[in-house]
């Protein structure tokens, strides 16, 4: 069973900083894909960053760019986005996901498109305030 925990979130200020945990268990796979996805009232879930557990390659949104960094303990099966320079625009609930498939990492990464996600954590709510 696939199970993937995030932790991390919580109220800061602009300006400020945030590091995000998703510890993943029962990945079936060496080459697997996890994303982080954020969803905010009234909006569509977004994907944000993206990283690929073999070859480390990785995608950020544009609303990201310069400010998240995501990175990845494979010892530890743990994904890190840490977040910094923080703006009210980056509140929403956080949720991070996985999937694997032959030749779909690269996909998976380079896309970052929740809809091709099957496995997903809980989410993690980020408040940012102004």
């Known amino acids: 069973e696939v199970q993937l925990q995030a932790s991390g979130g919580g109220l800061v200020q602009a300006g400020g900083s945030l590091r995000l945990s998703c510890a993943a268990s029962?990945?079936?796979?060496?080459?697997?894909?996890v994303g982080w996805f954020r969803q905010a009232p009234g909006k569509e879930r977004e994907g944000i960053s993206c990283?690929?557990?073999?070859?480390?390659?990785?995608y950020y949104a544009d609303s990201v760019k310069g400010r998240f960094t995501i990175s990845s303990d494979n010892a530890n099966n743990t994904v890190y986005l840490q977040m910094n320079s923080l703006k009210p625009d980056d509140t929403a609930v956080y949720f991070c996901?996985?999937?694997?498939?032959?030749?779909?990492?690269?996909?998976?990464?380079?896309?970052?498109?929740?809809?091709?996600?099957?496995?997903w954590g809980q989410g993690t709510l980020v408040t940012v305030s102004s």
């Open positions: 029962g990945v079936a796979d060496d080459d697997y894909a």
């Open positions: 996901a996985t999937d694997w498939g032959p030749f779909q990492t690269v996909v998976l990464v380079t896309t970052c498109d929740p809809g091709k996600f099957e496995y």
């Open positions: 990283i690929s557990s073999s070859d480390g390659r990785t």
